[in-house]
């Protein structure tokens, strides 16, 4: 007796629709055998008519998960958990530990005078700083004090290690990793440094002073590697940047005032596998729905709001985290009318355009805004 299986019909010309008979389902058993199938009654499943995410949007508050971040420093030591972090974990990629899609997110908590050991993966990696005083980060020799809002890289194959300095406060930061694509194409190794910390070799702060001026390149600078050179993207310059932009720009319908991390070296993304940007609201801004492809996870750097998602509504404070998985429709609005909002977004877009797969929509009806069915 052939058992019962899924199959996805669909009652389209041009799609597959055959129905099962005692002859075919006895068939589908055979070919089993064989590690084999057919392909129509698969088909409409593996190829959906547009991309359908296993993500579902999400909103991390802050002041939900900041206590409970913190007492994972009485729980555990860093030497112990090698990485002491929370992960967010979405509860349609759980199987991959994935925020959204194919990008990994967590909050890492240290106390002054901690250290985690040194290693290097071919997953790439940033951090977004959330609080705290006197945390740095190591990447190849190259040390970086970090502040709140600061943006730091630690790309693949690069030695890194993060650490408190003793005269420091506790501090908390967003670490965002493509671990789940590495994994996903079965490409991810790891190595623990043979010392467990690495030398500083170079001035600290080296590679943003000497890539991060505007408008200007080092005499001699020459740089050829997949990642940006300025390993870390300081608050202020980027909050100053986006002001001046402001001020001569409509924006975008979509996104307000958008500007994009790029590598000063190619003007490319910071990373070949996840960009970054920093967007800004204007006082009483509210922008228009579209959706892309990619995956995005967003970090509310400063002011309050809320995101309609799929037609769900969250509203959001400083520090807090949402996620829009691909092809989600998605608009944002600023709740002060005197303030600006920031909004930081970790993505997948340069996997997405450098493989031709990007493509974007804008929500046509109601001026552009979604109904709000929750
Ligand atoms: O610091 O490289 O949150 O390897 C998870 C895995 C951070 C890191 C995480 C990691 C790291």
Known sequence: MAKPRENYREDVAGRANVEDTPELLAYYDELDTYNAGALWTVANKIEPWEPKSDSVPVLWRYRDLRSHVLRSVDLVTPEKAGRRVIYLNNPGRTDVAAAVGWIYAGLQVMHPGERASAHRHSASAVRFIMEGSGAYTVVDGHKMTLGANDFVLTPNGTWHEHAVESSGTPCIWQDGLDIPLVNALEANFYEVHPDLSQAVTYAVDDMTKTWGNPGLTPNGGNWSKGYSPMFKYE???????????????????????????????????????????????????????????????????????????????????????????????????????????????????????????????????????????A
């Open 235 to 373: 608050w202020a310059p980027t909050y100053e940047a986006l002001g001046r932009y402001a001020e001569c720009t409509d924006g975008s319908p979509f996104d307000g005032v958008l500007m994009e991390y790029v590598n000063p070296a190619s003007n490319g993304p910071v990373m070949k596998t996840m960009g970054a940007s920093m967007q800004m609201l204007r006082p009483g801004e509210r922008t228009r729905a579209h959706r892309h492809t990619g995956s995005y996870l967003y970090h509310v750097s400063k002011g309050r709001g809320h995101s309609i998602i799929n037609g769900q509504r969250f509203d959001w404070q400083e520090r807090d985290i949402f996620c829009v998985p691909s092809w989600a429709w998605h608009e944002h609005a600023n709740a002060s009318d005197t303030e600006d909002a920031c909004l930081f977004c970790l993505n997948d877009l340069p996997v997405m355009r450098s493989l031709g797969l990007y493509r974007e929509e804008a929500f046509g009806d109601n001026g552009g805004h979604q109904p709000v069915v």
